[in-house]
């Protein structure tokens, strides 16, 4: 091949492989055939844990607001749902779930964890719901419905 049209065609190539991944860029921050992302955060480990948590799910539908996002609390990951419970500013959780929430955020806190704590359902927010076991409920959401796993 001429050298001059090898060039050329290698130019043409790597183009349209620049001009491929602009535009899959371009189609947004969905998931596969435009669904949207979906992901779920795992607590465990308190209310520092779950102030970094609670601000990534804020950057992230913020970034991609079609996003579906599930928070599954357990053990000591519960405490931020709880009536009152507060950062180490006094700031309270409720708020910032609320909102989350409203934006459709699911909470789900681990029925194990209210036994093993001896801890009752009205203990927690409004925006709190309840799942059997937190850590099969992030394996279900992770093989049975696709979601990406985070633990902040």
Do not use: W
Not at 100 to 115: M, N, P, S
């Amino acid at each position: 091949m001429i050298p001059a049209v090898a060039a050329l065609r290698s130019s043409l190539l790597a183009s349209g492989c620049a001009f491929l991944l602009a535009l899959a860029g371009c189609s947004g921050l969905q998931g596969d055939a435009g669904r949207p992302n979906k992901v779920v955060y795992h607590f465990s480990d308190g209310l520092e844990q779950a102030s970094a948590g609670l601000q990534y799910m804020r950057n992230q539908l913020e970034a991609d607001p079609t996003v579906v996002i599930v928070a599954v609390a357990h053990a000591r990951g519960v405490d931020f749902l709880m009536n009152g419970a507060k950062d180490r500013n006094g700031n309270k959780y409720e708020d910032v779930v609320e909102r989350l929430a409203l934006g459709g955020v699911r909470f789900e806190v681990c029925e194990i964890t209210l036994r093993e704590r001896n801890l009752s359902r009205d203990r927690f927010i409004d925006y709190a719901s309840f799942v059997p076991s937190g850590v099969a409920e992030i394996t279900r959401l992770q093989q049975r419905e696709g979601f990406a796993y985070l633990k902040p």
